[in-house]
């Protein structure tokens, strides 16, 4: 029996234009998982502390936060793909400069590998939301922002596994492979970016921070709520990502299931944003997303209490879960808000990386300083309780509307 067949032709425009978009993404967050799996790994061991660890970590974020206040200023005229091609090339040269910098305590190569690392990001985070803002429709802005966390959930399930396996044989093969597969990606950023041949003007002398921390405040005082929201998720993703993959290899020494710690906390995006893109909720986003959060802490706060490996992994599953519905909505929410800023929306992106960039810089720093006080177990414990005291503040803060000051944005220019 001849079975049917998924036409390309079926797909939407719209789709397609996020599908095409997506693509070079995906292979960039796939090396990004890798050398996130092994720069907290290598930067303690180099150090032999995890508080420097964290230190390190966080320098990357403190540069993003710079960035944040110059690029809405600098690059209201770039297109969202050259951005994306940018990201490209950072993520390649972040993980040269860990290739060169090895196991050996060298500060310097170490802060301009993070340094990089935080512009790559920037990048990368102010073409995403140039791009759906600007070229996929309100209507599509929960369901497409579920279909690219759904496709950064692969990489980063299967990555960090990849990584565990390279790194048992030697740290150059890992960084060796990532790169590689960044290089896929800046092939395909390059084929799809049609504006290449168009010059790029940054008047960088035009640029004055006080004028855009003027825009910010006028912008927080309506979306404060969300921003804080933003905030809880990237403290819980960072402490994963730095303290929880020290934990990982703690747990390995005892069971082969501490390998599996990272992948569990991102495998749930592979299925949840696929939920999420079929859901498409158009309205009561903010609540439902700040819902999501309170019931992920509730789970992650069991992770302190909790001795059984197993049922440990069982309980971040079951909170990374709940946040992975709760942060596609709230980056929907953003993208509404970025499309309602018409030629200012650059000024919103950058509010919301630099909330990004503030939970990754005290992330690290906080998650290294409990684990060096009461253990990673315990660590994520009190992350889980936290989580649930910022979810019922944003519940009860946030309006039904977010309410934009439009007659002051339109004297933005």
Not at 86 to 94: I, Q, R, V, Y
Not at 250 to 270: M, N, R, S
Not at 321 to 350: C, N
């Amino acid at each position: 029996m001849l079975r049917p067949r998924v036409s390309l032709s079926k797909i939407s425009p719209d789709w397609m234009r996020v599908i095409i978009y997506t693509t070079p993404i995906f292979f960039y967050s796939f090396s990004d998982s890798i050398l996130s799996y092994y720069a907290p790994i290598a930067i303690q061991a180099a150090f032999g502390s995890a508080m420097i660890m964290g230190l390190v970590m966080s320098f990357s974020s403190v540069v993003g936060l710079v960035t944040d206040f110059i690029f809405p200023q600098i690059l209201k005229e770039i297109s969202a793909k050259r951005l994306l091609l940018w990201s490209g090339f950072l993520s390649l040269a972040f993980a040269v400069l860990l290739l060169g910098a090895g196991d050996k305590p060298l500060y310097p190569v170490f802060l301009l590998a993070m340094a990089i690392w935080g512009v790559y990001y920037e990048f990368l985070g102010f073409s995403k939301q140039k791009f759906m803002g600007t070229k996929v429709p309100r209507s599509l802005h929960s369901g497409a922002n579920a279909f690219m966390f759904t496709m950064r959930g692969v990489s980063y399930t299967f990555g960090p596994l990849l990584a565990a396996f390279m790194f048992g044989i030697s740290s150059q093969l890992l960084i060796g492979v990532s790169i590689a597969i960044a290089v896929v990606g800046v092939f395909l950023s390059i084929f799809t970016n049609h504006s290449r041949g168009v010059p790029v003007e940054v008047e960088v002398q035009h640029v004055h921070l006080g004028a855009e921390l003027s825009h910010w405040k006028v912008l927080m005082v309506s979306v404060w709520p969300m921003v804080l929201l933003f905030i809880g998720l990237g403290l819980v993703d960072a402490a994963f990502w730095t303290t929880g993959t020290v934990l990982s290899q703690k747990f390995a020494e005892t069971t082969v299931l501490g390998d599996f710690l990272i992948p569990i906390y991102v495998l749930p995006a592979l299925i949840i944003g696929l939920v999420v893109a079929k859901w498409n909720p158009v309205e009561g986003k903010k609540k439902l997303a700040t819902l999501f959060f309170l019931l992920s802490g509730i789970f992650l706060g069991l992770v302190g209490v909790i001795e059984s490996i197993p049922l440990i992994l069982v309980m971040v599953f079951i909170s990374s879960v709940l946040s992975s519905i709760s942060y596609p909505l709230v980056d929907a929410v953003f993208s509404d808000l970025t499309e309602r800023m018409g030629k200012e929306r650059f000024h919103l992106i950058g509010l919301t990386n630099s909330a990004t960039s503030i939970a990754y810089i005290i992330g690290p720093l906080m998650a290294g300083f409990m684990a060096s006080r009461m253990g990673e177990e315990k660590t994520f414990g009190a992350l889980g309780v936290i989580t649930v005291v910022l979810s019922i503040i944003i519940y009860f803060a946030t309006p039904r509307k977010i309410k934009l000051s439009q007659e002051n944005i339109k004297k933005w220019d």
